[in-house]
């Protein structure tokens, strides 16, 4: 068992000092090397459908897939500047929320928070388009590492969705929006914890419920808010693939823990629980402040602390928190995951939406359909 110092590197979770303290070093470099130390692994056992779900998903997954060149309307044009002023137009900035005295960004007026929306959206972008990055390696890494052929199979097919949303988010930035940000810290902390692990489940566990899982409300929030149609669309078709992939990893790691006795499964409660607190970090944003000119550290408290923005933060967790409990990490031992989840504010979720009906909830089959009958 590890103390919560050991797994996230400070005491309180609400360490703001710590949290700034972690910035990125090599924002200017264009690679970046991670030990990866996990065995790849042959089956000899091609038995093709012997875990009839995941086989079930990988059919679904060669009809699912569509191409992020052809499929998008790429000729939309996007004026973010007009989008983000529409956007404080209608619903106000921050400040009207949220007490900035003594801050600086009391003084901010129209044309800084419009400013100020623009590059939230780089910035988020950005970070999606990471995290797609982080979602292809790691399950290129699946592929190799899983010991059951279906779900070698499936892993395959989401290296190629992955692709794709890398590619879709890029261009979007590259084409469509005013700037771009590099990964930010918490961020890439995660993704280079989960790559180095050397333990299959713990990919799976990392990327496909924590990373994924959040990933999947995000797309959610924004496919509601926005009204520009290339990335509703965009985001609409990135969703259909990421249901898919959360499901991917609760039908393994189902079968996987079952099998696992309490100190195993202590491991995982204490990295999802790592992983929820990086990710909750990251949302923090402090990389679009600090390039707003604002004090990050009289920011971020007042930021995080405020009770709208602290709903949104948690609603982020509304598809992690269902996914856990099905997967026994909740309740394995003596709760230890609950009460963490508790202390964060997020338990309340435990019995939203199951993923495995989301799959086709989402689903883009028929447009797919309709659109290979148009010819
Ligand atoms: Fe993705
Ligand atoms: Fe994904």
Same mark, same amino acid.
Request: aromatic share 10%; hydrophobic share 45%.
């Given at each position: 068992m590890s103390s919560v110092e050991e797994i996230i590197g400070r005491t309180d979770p609400n360490d703001f000092d710590a949290i700034l303290g972690m910035t990125n070093t090599d924002v200017e470099e264009t690679i970046h090397y991670v030990e990866d130390h996990a065995d790849c692994i042959y089956t000899w056992d091609y038995e093709k459908g012997a875990r009839p779900q995941l086989e079930k998903l990988y059919e679904k997954a060669k009809k699912g897939q569509w191409n992020g060149e052809t499929d998008l309307p790429w000729d939309t044009d996007v004026d973010q500047e007009k989008l983000a002023t529409q956007e404080y137009d209608e619903v106000g900035a921050l400040d009207a929320f949220i007490d900035f005295s003594g801050t600086g960004v009391e003084k901010w007026v129209r044309k800084d928070w419009i400013k100020f929306n623009m590059e939230s959206q780089n910035w988020a972008l950005s970070q999606f388009m990471h995290g797609e990055q982080g979602a292809l390696v790691c399950t290129a890494k699946i592929v190799e590492t899983v010991p059951w052929i279906d779900a070698k199979y499936y892993a395959a097919t989401q290296v190629v969705d992955e692709a794709r949303h890398v590619? @879709?988010?890029?261009?979007?930035?590259? !084409?469509?929006?005013?700037?771009? =940000?590099? #990964? $930010?810290?918490?961020?890439?902390?995660?993704?280079d914890e989960i790559v180095r692990d050397s333990r299959w489940d713990m990919t799976y566990l990392g990327?496909?419920?924590?990373?994924?899982?959040?990933? %999947?409300?995000?797309?959610?929030? %924004?496919?509601?808010? !926005?009204?520009?149609?290339? &990335?509703?669309?965009?985001?609409? =078709? @990135?969703?259909?693939?990421?249901?898919?992939?959360?499901?991917?990893? @609760? &039908?393994?790691?189902?079968?996987? =823990?079952?099998?696992? $006795?309490?100190?195993? %499964?202590?491991?995982?409660?204490?990295?999802? *629980?790592?992983?929820?607190?990086?990710?909750?970090?990251? *949302? &923090?944003?402090?990389?679009?402040?600090?390039?707003?000119?604002?004090?990050?550290?009289? #920011? %971020?408290?007042?930021?995080?602390?405020?009770?709208?923005? &602290?709903? *949104?933060?948690?609603?982020?967790?509304?598809? #992690?928190?269902? $996914?856990?409990?099905?997967?026994?990490?909740?309740?394995?031992?003596?709760?230890?995951?609950?009460?963490? *989840?508790?202390e964060i504010g997020v338990i309340q979720y435990e019995n939203w939406v199951d993923i495995e009906e989301e799959v086709d909830a989402f689903a883009i089959t028929r447009e797919l359909e309709a659109e290979s009958a148009l010819g």
């Open positions: 590619e @879709v988010f890029s261009k979007y930035l590259d !084409t469509k929006l005013s700037d771009s =940000y590099p #990964i $930010n810290i918490h961020l890439r902390m995660l993704l990327m496909q419920i924590m990373v994924e899982g959040l990933a %999947l409300a995000a797309f959610g929030f %924004l496919y509601q808010q !926005t009204r520009e149609p290339l &990335l509703k669309q965009l985001l609409r =078709y @990135v969703m259909s693939d990421e249901a898919r992939h959360v499901a991917f990893g @609760v &039908l393994s790691l189902k079968e996987a =823990y079952a099998g696992m $006795n309490q100190s195993e %499964l202590r491991e995982r409660q204490e990295f999802a *629980f790592e992983a929820a607190l990086r990710m909750r970090d990251r *949302f &923090l944003q402090q990389e679009v402040w600090d390039r707003m000119g604002a004090d990050v550290s009289k #920011i %971020l408290p007042i930021v995080s602390q405020n009770p709208e923005r &602290l709903e *949104f933060q948690h609603l982020l967790f509304s598809k #992690i928190v269902p $996914n856990c409990k099905k997967l026994g990490l909740l309740d394995a031992g003596d709760g230890w995951l609950r009460e963490k *989840f508790g």
